[in-house]
């Protein structure tokens, strides 16, 4: 089989981690840009390429000849260069998150199924062999039990609000790969040590960050998020609360919690796996954490531990080879439209529950954005001048 053609949509720095994982994955090929502003376009060619530039998807698809498309636009800009792939017959890989709306996920899986092809939402956790390593521990017969609880911790410093959208898809598709479906949510934002009210919600681009993409409204500073699977395994989340930690990310993670034991995947990249022998916060009784090595993930071909910069493409190339195997073999991507969808749905249940005071049970039926509806409801025009579909 030949190449898959890729092209890329958006010329930022994921395009960039984008370029270089694709020189770095085998069958497939980058041949093509495409930007709205030509000079980013030419530029992009310039260092990756050469390559043809577009100034829209559209165009890209059809006349490069493609067969994946790459969007890593930002996230209010994810929905119509999917739509526009999916009507050319490109299969499609999309930068997280999804889209803005339910509504908007929607489209894009249905768009891509009635088209036939494939639509994968950039969760490389998916495709990580930490997963079965992790899966072998809670088996075996070293002590794990039943699964109960899911903790998920971010550590990043940044607030609640915006970690939500940039990163909690990530961490919420990497619980269900363990738990499943969700069923229901219960959550609370806290915005300077009180409860968050309509008065917060806000842009990211408010929060005075300018490293920060845009990712539409937002609420809350910090959060805690408890959400309910179909298997009975509680998965809770805290967002949020250690913004002075001096080692950020390195705390961030998902716990798996046993009834005999823990395995914990923990940091930024690259991760580390721990396991922890006893029962839950039993560390007074002498247990402790044990590392556990996945040399497929922390180290390279001659054996030597990868630096980030690898560690941070390398999972980019996996998931083009599962969208190779995936158009070879006719099936789903591992992390497909609809695992990102629920992933997605997840985010946006967390504020439902905090606006309207309640557990909410997902799917969720309002398909719109929670947080622009609580605005409309109260006689505001959405922060920033918002409009969703």
Not at 152 to 162: D, E, K, L, M, N
Request: aromatic content about 8%; overall charge negative; glycine content about 10%.
């Amino acid at each position: 089989m030949a190449p898959l053609r890729v092209g890329i949509v958006g010329c930022g720095q994921m395009a960039g981690n984008h370029a270089d994982a694709l020189r770095l994955a085998d069958e497939t090929e980058l041949v093509a840009v495409a930007d709205i502003r030509p000079q980013a376009a030419q530029a992009f060619s310039s260092r990756y390429g050469p390559l043809e530039t577009y100034a829209g998807c559209r165009e890209m698809c059809r006349r490069a000849g493609l067969d994946m498309a790459i969007v890593a636009t930002q996230g209010p800009h994810h929905v119509e260069p999917t739509l526009e792939a999916a009507e050319s017959g490109v299969h499609v890989l999309c930068e997280k998150p999804m889209a803005l709306t339910l509504s908007d996920c929607d489209r894009m899986v249905e768009a891509c199924r009635k088209a036939g092809v494939k639509l994968a939402i950039n969760h490389q956790r998916r495709v990580s062999p930490y997963n079965d390593v992790a899966k072998s521990l809670m088996e075996n017969a070293w002590g794990f039990g039943e699964l109960v609880a899911i903790e998920i911790r971010f550590t990043s410093g940044r607030t609640a609000a915006y970690e939500l959208m940039e990163v909690g898809t990530h961490f919420f598709d990497w619980a269900r790969i363990f738990c499943g479906d969700v069923e229901w949510c219960s959550a609370d934002f806290m915005a300077g040590g009180r409860l968050a009210d309509l008065d917060d919600v806000h842009l990211s681009s408010d929060e005075g960050r300018p490293d920060q993409r845009e990712e539409g409204p937002l609420l809350g500073d910090r959060a805690d998020i408890r959400f309910g699977a179909a298997n009975g395994v509680i998965v809770r989340a805290l967002l949020g609360q250690w913004p002075h930690l001096p080692f950020k990310g390195l705390g961030s993670g998902i716990d798996l919690i046993g009834t005999e034991g823990q395995v914990l995947i923990r940091g930024e990249t690259p991760y580390s796996l721990w396991r922890f022998r006893g029962p839950y916060m039993t560390p007074a009784l002498g247990h402790g954490y044990e590392r556990v090595p996945v040399p497929a993930e922390e180290f390279g071909a001659d054996g030597r531990p990868i630096d980030f910069r690898e560690a941070l493409l390398r999972p980019l190339a996996s998931m083009y080879a599962e969208m190779t195997n995936a158009v070879r073999e006719d099936r789903d991507h591992a992390s497909s439209g609809e695992h990102g969808r629920a992933a997605q749905e997840m985010v946006f249940s967390a504020w439902e529950s905090h606006v309207t005071g309640r557990r909410v049970r997902l799917p969720l039926e309002y398909r719109g954005h929670p947080l622009v509806r609580w605005q409309r409801d109260a006689g505001r025009d959405p922060v920033g001048g918002w409009a969703e579909a």
